[in-house]
């Protein structure tokens, strides 16, 4: 209980987590219970009520189809928000894997650090729109394509920590006691490079929501009827003079999502490398 | 005691070993020929970067190749070559009949694993243990070590102890599996002058209880002196001497042993300044022809700056790589 409290404070005494974590959870919690609360609907096509500026039956005013903007957005939430919750899944797993195996084993390492330049060199939302329309699902298909784009900036950071940890001397030593390569890797070297995997990841989910937006803003992303943040967005743009409400609005919503996953990984980055912690002296 | 002829524990015969690079070859070990018998204590003496860790890590195969090579040489542990031994062989081998505990405590730790999984790892990996068997046997282990309120401190990690404290973890770790050879490299080297009595003084009972063999790498003559049973005295890659501790101190052979004895601060003799070997320790990647030593040697002769001197037995059991002793055999 104590243990708690202690924690507690310190999370409030770390300003950007602190914000940041309640801006995100305010954001979370509205778009995945809010439809459960009140009934949305963001598909009723309402001819007499197109592009209505934000009233008292519409808060936030009716697109082109007349289809209410603040359901749309809700609903378009919930699925920028899994996207990112996907990618920031694949990406860890695979990125993890795929680090700890090249940074450990040389061999694996030339190779495939080789093939991760590559794949940095080429253009990110261009190599993730060529993999979008080569999937049907389109939610899934970005999920899929947003993965295999940010994987190798997930590769380069732990890959990085995994070459600093395996030259520590406990690695050594654990080697001196006869510990087999995989579990050097994953009970030895796993564990020391979870704090800058976690602030990586927190990174990730933001890069992966504006992702989806920049690849649903396109056209190729998640496809109408469905909304996204993006496609809301890519929809408003030629209307930006009649109806600027449809733009602004989700707008919004990516800018806080985005701005609250930064805090949050900011925060996370002071609280957990003991390097960055303000008046603190490290203790080794 | 006397090299033991017959059935050696450890057995290192004519070892070479060089790091290769692309631009580089620099021979580290050369012809390194030693033998260590059942329950005896052998200390491997000499300054910083004579290769006496590197010949400890090669014993375990250790060392990561590249850059390391075996140029030739054998290296029998009862009766096994390990330089012959598969990968998996070598690891069961590790941890449960040989193992090491290194120079710097502070760092061979993990820092975010508590103690008591550290403890139970080698245990684990080299025996079938149910977990009340492990838990029963870490404490054990960690009361051997003299660690106080062992089973409280299981949960706890490494950054809460001392250096003294975690140098006798390693230990625990270290004998969990009963080794019959503990190689301990400047086990004492970080600590301070009491924390390494007491970690000596542990070494020798669990030594005593265990009859264990050890090969401890130093450069502290003092420490050698009172806790091992034969010195091996390697300088620049090569072994340079080689008898029991009581007739190296009693009668050095080579110049460079000599010059080291002479070195030490004696209580007797209150003179002001302590005497010093003239120079440095020659760069392995540009060693000097003839005599590794000559440089530095007060004895040189001709002979010296030509040809190595090859290592001989001059008495039973005290071995010696200089020409001044071979001439004396003549």
Known sequence: MKNIKNHLRQWRKNRSLFIGSILFLMLATTVLLVPYIIEMDAFTLQ???????????????????????????????????????????????????????????????????????IMMAFPSLLLAIALVATFRDSTFGVSIALTVVYTPRTVRIVRSQVLVLKGEQYVEASRSIGVAPLKIIFSHILPGVLPVLIVQETFLFAYAILGEAGISFVGVGVQPPAPSWGNILGDARVLLREAPWMILYPGLGIMCTVLSLNLIGDGLREALDPKRQKGKARTI | MAIQEHDPLLSVEHLSLSFETTESSVVVLDDISLAIGKDEIVALVGESGCGKSVTAMSIMRLLHSPPAQYKGGNIYFQGEDLLKSSDRHLRDIRGNRISMIFQE????????????????????????????????????????????GARQRLKSFPTQYSGGMRQRIMIAMAISCKPDLLIADEPTTALDVTIQAQILELLKTLKRETSMSILLITHDLGVVAEFSERIIVMY?????????????FKTPLHPYTQGL????????????????????VPSLGKLPVGCHFHPRCSHVMPICRESCPPIIEIKQGHTCRCFLQSEACV
């Open chain 2, 261 to 280: 004895l002479n070195s030490l601060p004696k209580l007797h003799n209150l003179e002001t300044r302590l005497k010093t070997i003239e120079g440095y």
């Open chain 2, 105 to 148: 405590p502070m760092t061979s730790l993990n820092p975010v694993l508590t103690i008591g999984d550290q403890v139970a790892e080698s245990l684990t990996l080299h025996n079938k243990l149910t977990k009340e068997e492990t838990l029963k046997a870490v404490v054990d282990l960690l009361e051997k070590v003299r660690i106080p």
């Open chain 1, 47 to 117: 001819y007499e009520k197109i592009l209505n500026a934000p009233s008292k039956s519409h808060p936030l005013g009716t697109d082109e189809f007349g289809r209410d903007v603040l359901s749309r957005i809700i609903i378009g939430g919930r699925v920028s928000l899994s996207i990112g919750m996907q990618v920031m899944i694949g990406t860890t797993f695979f990125g993890v894997l795929i680090a700890l195996l090249a940074g450990y084993f040389d061999k694996v390492d030339m190779v495939v650090m080789r093939f991760m330049d």
């Open chain 2, 236 to 248: 620049a890659g090569q072994i340079v001497e080689s008898a029991s501790t009581r007739e190296l």
